[in-house]
C-alpha cells in the first residue's frame, strides 16, 4: 500500500506522558493540512517497503492516520483517526 510513516518525536523528542497525545495532535494536523511531518535525521533504507517521510514534510492527502504509542510497563495503545467529508 502507498502508507507514509513517520515520527515527531525526532523534531520534539520524548514527549512521556505526553508523547501519544502530541502524536495523535499531530496525526489529525496532517490530516488536516494535507501535510505529513517529516521525520528528522532519517537515513534511507532502499530495502524498507514503506515510505518513509525523511527530513522534508510531503504534501499528500491523509484519509486514515495510525498512532501507535508504546508506554513503560506495557501501557500500549494504538489510535486510528479518519477523515470524514461528510
Known sequence: ??????????MVG????AAGAMSAVA????MQN??????????PDP???VTVVGNTAQE???R????N???FGGQNVVVAFGRWDG
Open 47 to 49: 530495502e524498507l517497503p
Open 69 to 71: 504509542a508504546f508506554g
Open 60 to 62: 499528500r492527502p491523509a
Open 14 to 17: 520524548h514527549g512521556l506522558g
Open 34 to 43: 494535507g501535510i505529513i511531518p517529516p521525520t528528522i535525521n532519517y537515513t
Open 1 to 10: 500500500p502507498n502508507m507514509a510513516v513517520t515520527s515527531i518525536k525526532s
Open 64 to 67: 486514515v492516520s495510525l498512532v
Open 27 to 30: 496525526a489529525i494536523l496532517a
